[in-house]
């Protein structure tokens, strides 16, 4: 299974902030969609990513005021991303690595979808279940 089959299930919309918006207006972003992480672009550049885990640090180390700074001084800027041929093994190993959540996808460096931990473990729970039954039709059947 590849990050393209994920994509073309889940889609590929993005959520995304520009790096001079407040990290305020970043959390109410995640709040308000339910998701764990934003791209920072510029226009359509891949600047950074904001994770949950990105702003509880800060909040811990510099307090609540940090919320009125731009985005671009809380984000990870060494963004690790995967390409859509990639497969979910491989996105797997990066992440249990890197010990991050979220995966841009890019391909001829466009963004062109974000992958979670919970798309992967969805898609895995998918593939178990239809080989459950397939198991179960074969038994059945013999």
């Known amino acids: 299974m590849t990050v393209r089959s994920i994509l073309n299930t889940k889609g590929h919309q993005i959520m995304s902030v520009e790096p001079d918006a407040t990290l305020a207006a970043a959390v109410k972003l995640l709040g308000e969609k339910k998701i764990g992480a934003v791209l920072v672009m510029n226009q359509s550049r891949l600047e950074g990513i904001l994770s949950e885990r990105d702003i509880v640090r800060v909040l811990g180390e510099r307090g609540a005021g940090v919320l009125e700074e731009p985005v671009s001084q809380v984000m990870t800027r060494k963004v690790v991303t995967c390409k859509e041929t ?54 059945k059947t013999a």
Do not use: C, W
Not at 102 to 117: D, M, Q, T, Y
């Open 86 to 139: 990639d497969t979910v093994a491989e996105l797997m190993e990066m992440m249990t690595t890197g010990k991050f959540r979220h995966l841009p996808v890019l391909e001829n460096n466009k963004v062109v979808g974000l992958i979670s931990i919970g798309d992967i473990v969805k898609r895995r729970v998918q593939e178990y279940e239809s080989e459950q039954e397939a198991l179960r039709d074969y038994i």
